[in-house]
């Protein structure tokens, strides 16, 4: 890991883009990420959820120069990948081509991300596919209980909401809607482009300028995040559904990717959920039977995150299920874990994560997104050591500080 940080180089360019090279010259592949800050369902109005998705969907349906056939076309007679997609907290187009084309690529994904002309027959053809997604999602018992936990934790935050939106809000955007989030967000200052391949720091910044460059920065200050106070607090809900498995869901409000309890959260997401050998597959399912599924996950987010376990298990089995799934939670604050646990738990993180970084996608992607969420390149040799720095002790001040029956949420689909 330390080999491959010393080819990784940052740059800033006059109109405030952030360049990040990662040199691989043993490869003719270079994959290219371009992040945009202060874009994602954070920054959205309540009213309006979901416009980031729909301005990820439509955007490429047509530029000022170009249709979305002619645009097809050209990806496809490169063999390139390009797509843009959306998230929580941030906007991203990825692209993926031989070194040869990848000048070409990353010309037509700027004309793209500047240019896009909003055709108004592919905007409600997208809106269309957008509700039927959101019907879908209807029909399925997890994600019925995921979206009924997220409104208990986030109430009216835009967390609170997928990043489709809703029915209502994708309904009522407008081309207006679209070209203004454009307008407001989509800007140089808020661009951070990430490269890995074969491509020097010289190169990129040169095929940078040239493509970017004469981009200004507007004079409008930056968006910052909506003030959304959050707390947390306890709720249940259920929902009756005649089902052939039972959803179970508990959460807790926790803290955000920035905060010094972020990778003790991260650990004890592994430890608890992760794979085949952690603590709630072992105990809920492999002794004792109660969960098709189990798992728990702690999402990376720039705001306020939640903590989450759950399980799919039998109608038959829904309370003693839920009783086992609390309890499991309760045994962190009450019980530290073992040495050989604890050591068991960092081998394990340490290693996925050094794992998720062996291709050139990957590496564009881990050193853009540390630097658009605000945590620099450099933090990926911060996070193994605290990861390495966790202690027993931490562990169970953290589960006694979060996993509190007071900021308990429970969501349950099924008998």
Same mark, same amino acid.
């Given at each position: ?5 010393? +080819? ?6 006059? *109109? ?10 043993? #490869? ?5 990420? &371009? ?17 980031? +998705? ?5 955007? !490429? ?6 249709? /979305? ?10 063999? %390139? ?15 993926? #081509? ?34 039927? *997604? ?8 997890? *994600? &019925?209980?995921? /979206?009924?936990?997220?409104?208990? $934790? ?20 407008? &081309? ?5 989030? +454009? ?16 491509? =020097?720091?010289?190169?990129? &910044? ?12 507007? !004079? ?7 003030? @959304?106070?959050?707390?947390?607090? /306890?709720?249940?809900?259920? $929902? ?7 959803? $179970? ?9 920035? +905060?010094? =309890? ?35 996950? @702690?999402?990376?987010?720039? =705001? ?33 874990? /073992? ?24 590496? %564009? ?28 002790? =931490? ?21």
């Amino acid at each position: 890991m330390k080999q491959n940080q010393q +080819h990784i180089q940052k740059n800033t360019l006059n *109109n405030g883009i952030t360049l990040i090279v990662t040199e691989n010259p043993t #490869t003719e592949i270079i994959a290219g990420k &371009i992040f945009l800050r202060h874009a994602g369902s954070l920054w959205e109005s309540t009213h309006q959820a979901g416009v980031f +998705h729909l301005l990820a969907s439509v955007m !490429s349906k047509g530029t000022n120069k170009l249709s /979305s056939l002619e645009i097809a076309e050209k990806v496809e007679s490169m063999g %390139a990948l390009l797509s843009i997609d959306t998230s929580s907290d941030y906007f991203l187009v990825s692209m993926k #081509t031989i070194t040869d084309d990848f000048t070409e690529i990353f010309n037509l994904a700027a004309e793209i991300l500047r240019f896009p002309s909003f055709p108004e027959k592919e905007i409600e053809l997208e809106k269309k596919i957008t509700l039927q *997604n959101l019907l879908s999602q209807k029909e399925q018992p997890f *994600n &019925i209980a995921f /979206s009924q936990l997220r409104e208990m $934790i986030y109430g009216q935050h835009p967390y609170s909401f997928s990043t489709l939106g809703t029915e209502k809000t994708i309904q009522d955007l407008t &081309i207006a809607d679209l070209k203004y989030y +454009h307008e407001k967000h989509f800007r140089p200052d808020n661009l951070v482009i990430s490269l890995a391949g074969k491509i =020097d720091l010289h190169q990129a &910044i040169s095929m940078v300028e040239k493509t970017f460059g004469h981009w200004k920065t507007s !004079s409008i200050p930056t968006t910052e995040i909506n003030p @959304y106070p959050l707390y947390a607090q /306890s709720s249940y809900k259920k $929902i009756e559904q005649s089902n052939q498995q039972t959803i $179970i869901m508990m959460g807790y409000l926790v803290p955000e990717m920035k +905060h010094p =309890d972020y990778a003790t959260l991260k650990l004890l997401t592994t430890y608890l959920g992760n794979g085949l050998s952690s603590r709630l597959f072992v105990e809920l399912r492999e002794k004792r039977g109660l969960a098709y599924d189990v798992s728990s996950f @702690y999402p990376t987010r720039l =705001d306020k995150s939640q903590f989450v376990v759950y399980m799919g298990t039998s109608p038959d089995n829904t309370e003693i299920g839920k009783e086992g799934l609390y309890n499991e939670v309760k045994r962190l604050r009450e019980e530290k874990l /073992s040495l050989e646990e604890l050591k068991t738990t960092k081998n394990k993180i340490l290693g996925q994560y050094a794992l998720g970084k062996q291709t050139n996608g990957e590496f %564009a992607q881990i050193f853009g997104w540390y630097e658009t969420l605000g945590l620099g390149i450099e933090y990926d040799t911060i996070f193994p050591q605290q990861i390495t720095n966790v202690t027993l002790e =931490d562990i169970q001040r953290v589960a006694n500080d979060y996993f509190q029956d007071d900021f308990l949420c429970t969501s349950i689909v099924g008998n």
